[in-house]
């Protein structure tokens, strides 16, 4: 069983930085690519960063690319997201997922089995 908790969020002004964390608790996160979503209001769920089990392998959206870094630690069951330079556009409820280590790293939505809560991040220009 995956459960996932995201947590860093927070308000930051344009050109700043966040950091988020996500947490499994299960005992079989190195099973599974993780994904980074985000959801502003009114706009569809996007996938932004994605990342394969072992974390030798990245992937971005081109709106974020050169800013945002994911990466994991299996040993502490935990996937990161550096947001750098961070924008007002970047503005969105951000969202940690797992997939299937199987599936493409840049997979679709409904790929993913499992989701975190969202944590809030909100960028003032």
């Known amino acids: ?3 996932l908790v995201e947590s860093g969020g ?6 700043g930085s966040l950091s988020l964390s996500c947490a499994d608790s ?4 190195s099973n599974y690519g993780m994904g ?3 959801q502003a209001p009114g706009k569809e769920r996007e996938l932004v960063a994605a990342i394969n089990w072992s974390g030798g392998s990245t992937a ?12 994991r630690d299996n040993a502490k069951n935990t996937v990161y997201l550096q947001m750098n330079s961070l924008k ?4 969105a409820v951000y969202y ?7 599936k493409s790293i840049w997979s679709r939505e409904n790929d ?14």
Do not use: M, N
């Open 1 to 3: 069983q995956v459960q």
């Open 10 to 15: 927070g308000l930051v002004q344009a050109g």
């Open 26 to 29: 299960g005992r079989t996160f």
């Open 36 to 38: 980074w979503f985000r």
């Open 60 to 71: 971005y959206a081109d709106s974020v690319k050169g800013r945002f870094t994911i990466s």
């Open 88 to 91: 007002p556009e970047d503005t």
């Open 96 to 102: 940690c997922a797992a997939r299937s280590r199987y």
């Open 112 to 125: 993913y089995q499992y989701w975190g809560q969202g944590t809030q991040v909100t960028v003032s220009s």
